[in-house]
């Protein structure tokens, strides 16, 4: 069945962390994960806050399960899914002034 992409089906994942960079050892998994989940496409909202668009929400459990198998020992990682809609009603500001939310990225996909 093909289903239109929309903006209610389309998703964003949002990885939120905050892990402890005290030793060498500890910067060295933070800077790991952050590789890793940069590699899988995420990009940097703010610190500790990266986020990936994905064309539906069996795309988005592709995305997830790969942030899950990369989590490290210690600290918190959050993980949520918005729709796009959803995502589009966020206002964010530097300071006081307004600012655009991120662009979708268009992806191909080749079936």
């Known amino acids: ?8 089906r389309t998703m964003w994942v949002l990885v939120f962390f905050d892990l402890p960079t005290e030793t060498r050892k500890e910067r060295k998994i933070y800077a790991k994960f ?9 990009t940097m909202f703010q610190f500790s806050i990266y986020l990936r668009h994905c064309s539906s929400k069996e795309n988005a459990e592709v995305h997830i ?47």
């Open 1 to 8: 069945m093909f289903h239109r992409i929309n903006a209610y």
């Open 34 to 42: 952050r590789k890793e989940i940069l590699t899988d496409g995420f």
């Open 65 to 111: 399960k790969r942030v899950k198998s990369k989590l490290p020992v210690k600290g918190h990682v959050g993980i949520m899914c918005v729709t796009d809609k959803q995502f589009g009603m966020m206002e964010i500001f530097r300071g006081r002034e307004l600012s655009p939310v991120p662009e979708v990225v268009q992806q191909l996909e080749l079936f």
